[in-house]
């Protein structure tokens, strides 16, 4: 018999993780319309900063707070964010704007194995073990489980950033002019709208919410060449279920991937390889542009 | 270690391949060689992975062993049996190939390694499905080949005819059965066994032995949950979850790298540990990387007499001394295997010599090598299986002590070769089902 409130747990944890890892992907997606696979990358290099920091920070004595360890997991996915966002978005895809959305997906793709390689020369390839904030929030019982609080936290970091993304897309200025770029490009660029500006600060934000899903995942894993890559295959499957460049349709697919990967791994662990993209074939069976996504004319 | 054809490594295969073999060949040439090309060298082609996820736990550790001992051979450093330079006099020049790929890949850079870089002999392989690719290739080419680390029983069972083909690695049934035997002494009351494994050849074939072998030492226990999650996954909540609801006695994982760090990083932090005790059939790699994150009493095994498990002998105190003050660590299991393959391939050349000077024939290497009985850090090896191109050697586990910043082995149990490994033209499985029949254990 099934335990449901374990699934319900395991379930939203991982949901939770899944939002953090596709959120920016999306939100570069739905600006841009680019289709990023270096958010892989972010990942990567927003996890192997954290390790790095954390190792230095930790170094310093055992007395070391871990609000300040979390604050110094932010600072790292800001820095990548602001360093590898900038250097991208400035220094190569600003020159392939307006080309096919294909041709981007081959330079992101591209932007990937070198960022791969240059992690590769910068931390080398044995693993970084950086498990101190995980251990130091301890544990506590949930129903029939015991969980790390850590892994809580990434709930409420998850609800944090989805509510954000929310806030600045809906309720600053600079959403509003967002979305009108999102409704169209063109006639804002006409109306006085700095599209550029907006593209840089659109990639950097995307930059950094990828690192942040890297940084605040450092802790809990060991860090190994080739996570990004790893990472990139399970978020375009949530964006895609949700709706390329949909926040709201991120949300739901990572929460319907989250409760049916829990649930495979709860009642029919041998499935879980295949449920996630199962799932992902009988959305795209039934709504061809995912949950949230809206159909687009095509040029030709 | 089975197929890691991950798509990482096929997405990144021509780009990653081209870099890792020119940028690793030039290491390999620094360290290897760097005196005129007219001199006669005795060519040695090395794969081990060099980038991805393996690379760090398995490929570089492996590398490094291969590096210092071209290096301290051809500057006849290395103590007795081993002091003479080279291989019988003549320079070694090593030419380092990254294994990331998949085994297509590999078959290619193997016949590169021979028929471009005319290599004398190859000496390599982590990932199994690498191996049973690569041992018909180097049949055909009619060229010594040393796999010193694959574990998958089919090496031999589907090349039975092989003459170029050498194993100084253990088949990875033994390490199963070895860590049942060890279960049975440390843990005899265990009863709720429980296993998590990636979810590829590796993982299957490794539950596969021990559910088999521990159907027949310890029929008394039962199995209560089989997790198989996805390679290089990271994060496990939701499989430590399941295995909290079981309540098993044992886990047992022949996870490796990072996937077995983080599982045991996540499972202890969850307490998961405190109730059940994890056997870690790879874990000795992780020895010096848990800080202190495994409990004490975790079970970790080695893959033989390697790394930490090896055994105090000269020539182990020379390579252990000789790789910490080269790369201010200690050398872990493959290190150490890898060790052993190039020193078996020594000893086989100087045997086929004969006393005489230069390199001898190929044939002559493989009579020599067929059978052969040699010394190396793990303590004496036999070649005695598989018509004697595979090594047998004793299984040693131990358990995990971390006290005041220091982590060391306990209660080492070593289980020798002819307790724990099938007999010639036996495979594993039939042999573990049959009972098996003839196993020598003390």
Known sequence: MPNFDAILIDGLIYASWLFLVAAGLTVIYGVMRILNM??????????????????????????????LAFLLLIGCAVLVGLVAGLLIERGLLRFMYGRDEILMLIVTYATLLILEDVIKLVWGVNPYFAFQPYVALGRMDLGVLTVARYDLMLVGLAALVGGGLWYWLERTKTGKILRSIIHDREVSAAMGVNVKLMFTITFIVGASLGALAGAFTAPAISVVPGIGIEVIIIAFAVVVIGGLGSISGALVGALIVGLTRAAAVHTVPHLELFIIYAVMAAVLLVRPHGLFGQPVARKI | MTALTHTSQRLRRGLVSAAGAIALTGAGLMGGLSTATAEETYRIGIVTFLSGPASGPFGVPAANAARLLVDELNAGNVPAPYDTVGMNGVRIQAVLIDEAGGPSQQVEEYRNLVQRQNVDAVIGYISSGDCLAIAPVAEDLETITVMFDCGTSRLFLENPDSRYVFRTGLDAAADNIAAVHYMKERHPDARRIAGIQQNYAWGTDSWNDFTAALEQIMP???????????????????????????????????????????FVLQANARGLLQNATALLTTGESGLDRFNGQAPNGTILGGRGPFGAFAPENELNNWFTEAYRERFEMNPTYP???????????????????????????????????RGATFESPSGTVEMSRAGGHQAMQSVAYGEYHYENGEARLENVISYRGECITPPDGVAALDWIADGMPDAECD
């Open chain 1, 38 to 67: 270096a958010h892989g990358s972010f990942y990567a290099l927003g996890a192997y900063t954290a390790a790095s920091m954390l190792g230095w920070y930790y170094a310093g004595g055992s007395d070391s707070s871990v609000l």
């Open chain 2, 220 to 262: 008394e226990t039962e199995i209560v949950e089989s997790q198989m999650p996805r390679l290089f996954q990271g994060s496990y909540g939701t499989e430590i979850s399941v295995l909290q609801t079981r309540r098993p006695d044992i886990i047992h994982s022949s996870f490796w790298g990072g996937d077995m760090e983080a």
């Open chain 2, 335 to 369: 290190s150490t295997k890898m060790a052993q393959a190039i020193f078996g391939l020594k000893h086989a050349i100087e045997k086929a010599a004969n006393g005489a000077s230069g390199k001898p024939d190929k044939d002559a290497v493989a009579d020599a090598f």
